[in-house]
Every structure is written in structure tokens, then in C-alpha cells.
């Protein structure tokens, strides 16, 4: 039986956070190994976070660290390409840290880069 709706309800407050950091929407998605929160961006990139090695977990009490992984989509059928990861505690500290990475590599389009909160400079004249 699909879970994505008991998913969605348990991490509300992560798809909030995503949702409000990337100005997109977040969904849980069923991955195949488990569950993750997607985010999709422009030129078939997508987000992906969990919790757990297998995906989302389903203890409450459990601490582990968030994995936030950024994607290139293929239509080739050969894997999607990992552009950047990051682990943390915290879901938006590891988004973050995949973000300055992706930049740091040169792997970000300068359109996906149309809010601020992706803009590492956060100067307005480049927005």
C-alpha cells in the first residue's frame, strides 16, 4: 500500500521548509528504495531528502541526519547523474550545504538561480 500520504503528514514541516527555500513545490515520492521528499527544478534537475539510508523513516524518536541530493535527469535510461550532496542535522543546513556545492562545482544554470535564495552573491543587480 502506497505511504506517501502517512509520509506527508509525518514531515510536513520539512515539505514547508523546501517548499519555502526553493519557491517550488515538495512532494513525497516514492523512490523505489523507500520514500523522499522531490523538489523539481528547471533542465530536469530535481532534489531529493531523506532521512534515512533507505529514505524517509518512520520513528519518531529517530535522529538521524538528513541527506539533501541534487540530480540531472537522463532520458537516455542510464542513471540520473548526483551533482552535489550534503549531510546534516538539520534539513536546511544540509540543503545548504548542497547548494554551495552545486555552485562551487559550476554545475548550477543561472536560471535556476532567478531567487535570491540562490543567488550567492544576493546582489539585486543580478537577480
Same mark, same amino acid.
Given at each position: 500500500? &502506497?505511504?506517501?500520504? =502517512? ?6 514541516? +520539512?515539505?514547508?521548509?523546501? #517548499? +519555502?527555500?526553493?519557491?517550488? &513545490?515538495?512532494? /513525497? ?12 527544478? =528547471? ?6 531528502? *531523506?532521512?534515512?539510508? $533507505?529514505?524517509?523513516?518512520? %520513528? %519518531? ?6 541527506? /539533501? ?11 540520473? =547523474?548526483?551533482? #552535489? %550532496?550534503? =549531510?546534516? %542535522? ?10 554551495? $556545492? ?7 544554470? *543561472?536560471?535556476?538561480? *532567478?531567487?535570491?535564495?540562490?543567488? &550567492?552573491?544576493?546582489? &539585486? *543587480?543580478?537577480?
Amino acid at each position: 500500500m &502506497p505511504r506517501t500520504q =502517512e509520509h506527508a503528514d509525518r514531515y510536513r514541516d +520539512a515539505l514547508t521548509a523546501l #517548499a +519555502a527555500a526553493t519557491q517550488r &513545490p515538495a512532494n /513525497v515520492v516514492n523512490t523505489g528504495a523507500g520514500y523522499a521528499i522531490r523538489v523539481d527544478f =528547471e533542465y530536469n534537475r530535481y532534489l531529493l531528502a *531523506s532521512n534515512a539510508a $533507505d529514505g524517509l523513516t518512520d %520513528a %519518531a524518536e529517530d535522529t538521524s541526519e538528513w541527506r /539533501v541530493s541534487l540530480y540531472q535527469g537522463v532520458t537516455d535510461g542510464t542513471s540520473d =547523474e548526483l551533482l #552535489a %550532496a550534503a =549531510e546534516h %542535522a538539520w534539513l536546511v543546513d544540509a540543503f545548504d550545504l548542497a547548494f554551495a $556545492d552545486i555552485r562551487a562545482g559550476g554545475k548550477w544554470q *543561472s536560471a535556476d538561480a *532567478s531567487f535570491d535564495e540562490f543567488n &550567492p552573491t544576493n546582489d &539585486p *543587480s543580478t537577480i
